[in-house]
């Protein structure tokens, strides 16, 4: 009787080590391969970029930084309500953290430095999507196909990364679909672009004010001019790569934009009503042309769904720009 007890508790524990073994599963990060050893559903998100990330895939995390300054400045996806806010994105409250017992940290690796505290809280995975060290030059004819464009290294890793927390989250399937509906919208926004303009898009300069007289100007790998080259559209002042994709300049740079060209601004930007006042604005031949227009609150540094959004926002302004100024068409 003994015997059979005692076989019958082998059986048992061995079958409830199988089962626990088949719920652990791998997942990758930017440091390399990980266990889990169940999907989770309390997930924190540690930046903007990983909030919207997550929050694509129909997750809402229990935990990320300065909501309000997502909601002014991010805007896509909305945060739900009850979400906590957990204080800045450089220094996260880690004990506020701690208490909110999450199953697993999601972080860009702005924040690797944090890994051996965060992984006493949950396990912690890494996203780098924008990297200084991502080959931003153009490749050659004959080297490896790469997703969507030869040229924008920070928006491949963006859609990889996605691809990869999705597999964390249980939503590849979700994941695929997104990715999918993201190229076909594009391709129906550059579809309006050309009813407005014509077959011969305008060049394009996006920036962001820094102050009246500064701005922040995106160029290669940046993901606003990522979104313009899905839409057809070149830049009309070309910048370097670089980590963000931004380049700082004097807002004198613009008068080197022609009057049959387009500039566009991303809002926020609080002293807009002066800007308009200032004689060095008024006197700059795409504005003279009635060719600048605003576009409504978008994240240039945030994830896959970032490029649909961009998209979208471009596309907007652009057209506001066709219908008001008819000498921007073709």
Known sequence: ???????IAVIWLGSFSHSVAAAAYQVT?????????????????????????VL??????????NIAGYRAWVK?????????DIGRRAEPNLEKLARLKPDVIIADSTLLELAPTLSK???VLFYTTYSVK??????????????????????????????????????ETLAEQRLTQMNQEIASLKQQLHQAYGHSLPK??????????????????????YALSLLGIAPVLPMPSSQWGVTQKRLRILSQIPATDVALYIRPFEQE????????????????AGHVHAVEPVWSYGGAMSILYNARALTQALIAVAKAAPTARD
Request: charged share 20%; no cysteine; glycine share 4%.
């Open 1 to 7: 009787m003994r015997t059979y007890i005692v076989l």
């Open 29 to 53: 990060d930017s440091r390399g391969q990980h266990t889990l050893t169940h999907i989770p559903k309390r997930v924190a998100a540690m930046n903007w970029d990983i909030a919207e990330q």
């Open 56 to 65: 694509s895939l129909g997750v809402t995390p229990v935990a990320m930084p």
């Open 76 to 84: 896509q996806p909305d945060v739900p309500q009850g979400v906590e």
């Open 121 to 123: 809280i949950a396990p």
């Open 134 to 171: 991502h080959e931003n030059s153009p490749k050659r004819e004959d080297s490896p196909k790469r997703e969507n464009s030869p040229k924008h290294e920070n928006a491949k890793a963006a859609i990889e990364n996605f691809r990869l927390i999705a597999q964390v989250l249980g939503r």
């Open 204 to 225: 394009v300069a996006v920036f962001r004010f820094a102050s009246p007289t500064a701005i922040y100007l995106y160029g290669d790998n940046a993901m606003p001019q």
């Open 273 to 288: 009503a002066r800007l308009r006042k200032s004689v060095m604005w008024q006197a700059l031949p795409v504005v003279k």
